[in-house]
């Protein structure tokens, strides 16, 4: 069986939700969206850094940590947005960091999004 996880993210109209629990793995994906959807303006650094805020939110509404997340797939839209967005992905991990691939890719679902993650975390079976 399948769960969802309730964040308060923004309540997206596409039929998703922002994490879903199953079979032992957390399985997310999270945009540079604030609270009311909107896209956050300030380039690939405040993008990256409200992407990385949703994703500890949705961990931590989860009730786990960081140190949970296996395994990250991080999508940008240009080369050289990936140096920015790894200094600020690496303030929120540590060592033994997540398994992960970085992708360049010609765009997002909004055209105004400059990055994107996706997350799977081990959730301990009580």
Same mark, same amino acid.
């Given at each position: 069986?399948?769960?969802?996880?309730?964040?308060?993210?923004?309540?997206?109209?596409?039929?998703?939700?922002?994490? &879903?629990? @199953?079979?032992?793995?957390?399985?997310?994906?999270?945009?540079? &969206?604030?609270?009311?959807?909107?896209?956050?303006?300030?380039? &690939?650094?405040?993008?990256?850094?409200?992407?990385?805020?949703?994703?500890?939110?949705?961990?931590?509404?989860?009730?786990?940590?960081?140190?949970? &997340?296996?395994?990250?797939?991080?999508?940008?839209?240009?080369?050289?947005?990936?140096?920015?967005?790894?200094?600020?992905?690496?303030?929120?991990?540590?060592?033994?960091?997540?398994?992960? @691939? @970085?992708?360049?890719?010609?765009?997002?679902?909004?055209?105004?999004?400059?990055?994107?993650?996706?997350?799977?975390?081990?959730?301990?079976?009580?």
């Amino acid at each position: 069986m399948k769960h969802a996880v309730k964040t308060d993210l923004f309540a997206s109209k596409a039929p998703l939700e922002w994490a &879903i629990i @199953a079979n032992g793995q957390l399985s997310t994906a999270q945009i540079p &969206i604030n609270k009311e959807g909107q896209v956050v303006e300030g380039g &690939i650094e405040a993008q990256a850094r409200q992407t990385m805020e949703n994703l500890k939110h949705t961990m931590e509404t989860a009730e786990l940590t960081m140190d949970h &997340i296996t395994q990250v797939l991080i999508y940008v839209t240009a080369r050289e947005q990936l140096p920015v967005f790894n200094k600020v992905y690496g303030e929120y991990f540590n060592a033994p960091y997540p398994n992960r @691939a @970085a992708m360049i890719v010609a765009g997002l679902a909004r055209e105004e999004m400059l990055c994107e993650v996706v997350a799977y975390a081990a959730v301990p079976q009580a």
